[in-house]
């Protein structure tokens, strides 16, 4: 049954079983990051269009901000998909390396 359940989590597309699938994300994500809560790190979220291109402003905006919230002590978390969500992760990674480089 827990296989039959998980194939059809994964594949159906109708918005209930959609909303279904963030709230189990957000669960795994919540028991995931448990000993980041336990270390008192300041987590925050960033999603967004996944249509947002690299060349925008919108995705200059997100890879800045994924820079400062990084810099600033916050751990940035994602849906890892591209656009927006990308954008902020590689402005974290970018800013990561240039503070590894210094």
């Given amino acids: 049954m827990r296989a039959h359940l998980t194939r059809y989590i994964d594949s159906s597309k109708t ?10 994300e957000y669960f795994y994500a919540s028991e995931i990051f448990k000993e980041i809560v336990r ?6 979220s960033v999603f967004g269009s996944a249509r947002t291109t690299p060349g925008s402003p919108e995705y200059q905006l997100a890879w800045r901000l994924g820079c400062l919230l990084y810099r600033a002590g916050f751990a940035v978390v994602t849906g890892a998909s591209r656009g927006i969500m990308q954008a902020a992760n590689q402005g974290v990674a970018d800013a990561i390396a240039k503070e590894i480089a210094h």
């Fill in 39 to 44: 270390k008192k790190i300041k987590i925050i």
């Fill in 15 to 24: 918005a209930e079983v959609r909303g279904l699938r963030i709230l189990l």
